[in-house]
Structure formats: structure tokens, C-alpha cells
T-cell receptor, first 110, second 115 residues
Framework: QKEVEQDPGPLSVPEGAIVSLNCTYS??????FMWYRQYSRKGPELLMY????GNKEDGRFTAQVDKSSKYISLFIRDSQPSDSATYLC??????????FGRGTSLIVHP | DSGVTQTPKHLITATGQRVTLRCSPR?????VYWYQQSLDQGLQFLIQ???????AKGNILERFSAQQFPDLHSELNLSSLELGDSALYFC??????????????FGPGTRLTVL
């Protein structure tokens, strides 16, 4: 079993939909959680980060961490075609080197 | 644009060959990280350098090596290449080393194809 599991998708939604992207993990030491966005033929860019459990909101994006369930989510409200990308979750704990999920491909069609 | 540059963008070579990938970190960043991204494995950490010294090692094969030079640019050397080495190779940089909250900035990557 991988330390971080993420459904690769693709996830296809219509413009304006609420998108939910998720990761599960097995390492209880993880305490710093990140979401990266990667456009085609580009490097990943940090979108959001949260420390420990709880929610964090930034514009249309909300990151949620449930440490008791070892489950993290990224919600995108009012999704736009420009949100079409691969979203990677990443986590740190114990080691400062992040462990990445495989990424979920999101397609938002007009 | 993250400020991290990588060359070349694409590399096509044959099995058994050796290649060098180059990375220049953001201005002021002392740490450089190398990652391999493939469809089946996702983004895998290979190795980290901080101010010229190796700091952390991940799933890096013995055929692969890296170094960071005094001007802080880094090179990843891949030798005795195999078909399975075909992947995207990313370099990332950050200001410090060892921080849980330090942000890594990724370059655009080098796409390596081994034929």
C-alpha cells in the first residue's frame, strides 16, 4: 500500500460545478498538507497548504484535513475551464521531504 | 513562472547512453531537489542538495548522480539509461533545508525519452 493514495481520474465536470478532490494516507506522522496544481507540460505549483486538522479557504478553493480519518480534500467552487489541470496532494511529517500522491486529472468543460 | 529554470526541455536518447540535466534555482534559494515523474509512479523524490552539500536521498538509482555547484546550479546525471528511465524530471528549489513549512518551487521539467 502506498503512503498516499489518490485517484488518478480523469474527473470531468461542467463549468460552474463544485469539485471535490481527495487523498487518503497511512502515515500518522504527516501533519503538513499541501495541494499542488500542475498544468500540462508544466511543473507543479503550490496551491494551498494546511497544518494539522481543519479547513482553510482561499477564494474558490477550500482545503480540508481530517487527521482522524487520514483523509484530505480540496474543494473548488464555481469551477472554470482554466481549472483543468492535474491536482497533486502532498504531505510532510517526520521528514521535511514531501510525499506526493499520483495526482488527479480534472477536466472542466464549458 | 516559478523562477526555476531547467535545460533541456526535451531529450531523446538511446539505451545505454548517459545524459546530464541542468537546473538553476530561484535567486536566493540554497536548496535544490530533484524529482522523477512517471505515469505509474507519480512524483518521486530523488535527491536534495543544500548549498553544495547532499542533504537527503530518496529513491535514486545507483546509475544516477547529482551535484550542486558553487553558483548553486545543479546537474542530474543519468547513466546506462534504460527504457524505464523515460519520464519527466523536475527540479525544485527552496530557501532553506529541513523546514516543514518551506515552499518548493518547481521548474518546467525535462522530458527524457529513452529509445
Amino acid at each position: 500500500q502506498k503512503e498516499v493514495e489518490q485517484d488518478p481520474g480523469p474527473l470531468s465536470v461542467p463549468e460552474g460545478a463544485i469539485v471535490s478532490l481527495n487523498c487518503t494516507y497511512s502515515n500518522s506522522a504527516f501533519q503538513y498538507f499541501m495541494w499542488y496544481r500542475q498544468y500540462s507540460r508544466k511543473g507543479p505549483e503550490l496551491l494551498m497548504y494546511t497544518y494539522s486538522s481543519g479547513n482553510k479557504e482561499d477564494g474558490r478553493f477550500t482545503a480540508q484535513v481530517d487527521k482522524s480519518s487520514k483523509y484530505i480534500s480540496l474543494f473548488i467552487r464555481d469551477s472554470q475551464p482554466s481549472d483543468s489541470a492535474t491536482y497533486l496532494c502532498a504531505m510532510r511529517g517526520g521528514s521535511y521531504i514531501p510525499t506526493f500522491g499520483r495526482g488527479t486529472s480534472l477536466i472542466v468543460h464549458p | 513562472d516559478s523562477g526555476v529554470t531547467q535545460t533541456p526541455k526535451h531529450l531523446i536518447t538511446a539505451t545505454g547512453q548517459r545524459v546530464t540535466l541542468r537546473c538553476s534555482p530561484r535567486s536566493g534559494d540554497l536548496s535544490v531537489y530533484w524529482y522523477q515523474q512517471s505515469l505509474d509512479q507519480g512524483l518521486q523524490f530523488l535527491i536534495q542538495y543544500y548549498n553544495g552539500e547532499e542533504r537527503a536521498k530518496g529513491n535514486i538509482l545507483e546509475r544516477f548522480s547529482a551535484q550542486q555547484f558553487p553558483d548553486l546550479h545543479s546537474e542530474l546525471n543519468l547513466s546506462s539509461l534504460e527504457l524505464g528511465d523515460s519520464a519527466l524530471y523536475f527540479c525544485a528549489s527552496s530557501v532553506v533545508s529541513g523546514s516543514m513549512t518551506d515552499t518548493q518551487y518547481f521548474g518546467p521539467g525535462t522530458r527524457l525519452t529513452v529509445l
